[in-house]
């Protein structure tokens, strides 16, 4: 099975972006989905959008569209999530998480916070 | 978009107790319904996958069942531990959106 691990916590100003990496190990990288999952302070679940690295497709909200982009790197077995103009309603723990084909998606990353603040 | 509506929004329970959280898909999602459990501070885990097939590992006191458009997750004799936040999300068309969360609290 695989393992997620991200990179750490950022502290981010009001209209800047930042970009969350996603490292597997363990598996083939090119078995699974890799999807972006958020939750703000005290609250749920939130899907973002998602990747299949072996042929580059990606999928995302019409919440985030335009503002998110996803990204995986193959060689490195690394995925990515972008997010651009930012505001301090996208502070939150931002999660990474794997997905074999049409299983649930069950791998989680530990999180990433994001933190927006001027 | 596929909406996922869960309840109860919040429950209280005794150690002993059998509760059961209900979730239901705004069309038709077969079995691919998933349920979770957080903790404090850290990333969900993942109890039952196709509705009602337990992952290795998870105690036998949680059960799943349903298909269509309603699941429910039952906790037979809640254990210490259990008392957490639960999720049901849906895998069969994207967005992937999750239930609204169920924070089981001691009674």
């Known amino acids: 099975q695989v393992q997620l691990v991200q990179s750490g916590a950022e502290v981010k100003k009001p209209g800047s972006s930042v970009k969350v990496s996603c490292k597997a190990s363990?598996?083939?990288?090119?078995?699974?989905?890799i999807s972006w999952v958020r939750q703000a302070p005290g609250q749920g679940l939130e899907w973002m959008g998602m990747?299949?690295?072996?042929?580059?497709?990606?999928n995302s909200t019409q919440k985030f569209q335009g503002r998110v982009t996803i990204t995986a790197d193959k060689s490195t077995s690394t995925a990515y999530m972008e997010l651009s103009s930012l505001g301090s309603e996208d502070t939150a723990v931002y999660y990474c998480?794997?997905?074999?084909?049409?299983?649930?998606?069950?791998?989680w990353g530990q999180g990433t916070l994001v933190t927006v603040s001027s | 978009d596929i909406q996922m509506t869960q309840s109860p929004f919040s429950l209280s329970a005794s150690v002993g107790d059998r509760v059961t959280i209900t979730c239901r898909a705004s069309?038709?999602?077969?079995?691919?319904l998933g349920w979770f459990q957080q903790k404090p501070g850290k990333a969900p885990k993942s109890l039952i996958y196709?509705?009602?097939s337990l992952q290795s590992g998870v105690p036998s006191r949680f059960s799943g069942s349903g298909s269509g458009t309603d699941f429910t997750l039952t906790i037979n004799s809640l254990q210490p531990e259990d008392f957490a936040t639960y999720y049901c999300?849906?895998?069969?068309?994207?967005?992937?959106?999750f239930g609204q969360g169920t924070k089981l609290e001691v009674k």
């Open positions: 069309q038709g999602i077969s079995n691919y």
């Open positions: 990747i299949i690295p072996i042929i580059g497709i990606t």
């Open positions: 363990g598996d083939t990288f090119s078995r699974y989905i």
């Open positions: 196709a509705a009602s």
């Open positions: 998480v794997g997905q074999r084909g049409n299983r649930v998606p069950e791998y």
């Open positions: 999300q849906q895998y069969y068309s994207y967005p992937h959106n």
